[in-house]
Nanobody, 129 residues
């Protein structure tokens, strides 16, 4: 049974860093896009970053470009998201999601168009002084 589990969230001061991980079981991630999304209280879920399958092209929301970095660890069947220079507005529950089929090229950051079919339970990131 496929399962995605996020970890690495926590409380950090503005300007700090966190590293989120998305670990998979029951499925090999390397050929499918993986997306990271977040949802803050009272707001809709939004795309943060994604990495394509096969060619591993990355895509970032404008709000996180230059601060967040997505990467794959195929040996451990994981995808990580490095969060640097965190801001209070980055506070949210962060989710990883599996792309619906093996793919390459630019991945989508739209969470609800059917392109992501399995979701983790999320990990809380809180940026506060």
């Amino acid at each position: 049974q496929l399962q995605l589990v996020e970890s690495g969230g926590g409380l950090v001061q503005p300007g700090g860093s966190l590293r989120l991980s998305c670990a998979a079981s029951g499925f090999t991630l390397e050929n499918n896009a993986i997306g990271w999304f977040r949802q803050a209280p009272g707001k809709e879920r939004e795309g943060v970053s994604c990495i394509a399958g096969r060619d591993y092209i990355t895509n970032y929301a404008d709000s996180v470009k230059g601060r967040f970095t997505i990467s794959r660890d195929n040996a451990n069947n994981m995808v990580s998201l490095q969060l640097n220079m965190l801001k209070p507005e980055d506070t949210a529950v962060y989710y990883c999601a599996l792309g619906w089929r093996p793919s390459s090229g630019i991945c989508t950051l739209v969470p609800d168009n059917g392109r992501y079919i399995y979701w983790g339970q999320g990990t809380q990131v809180t940026v506060s002084s």
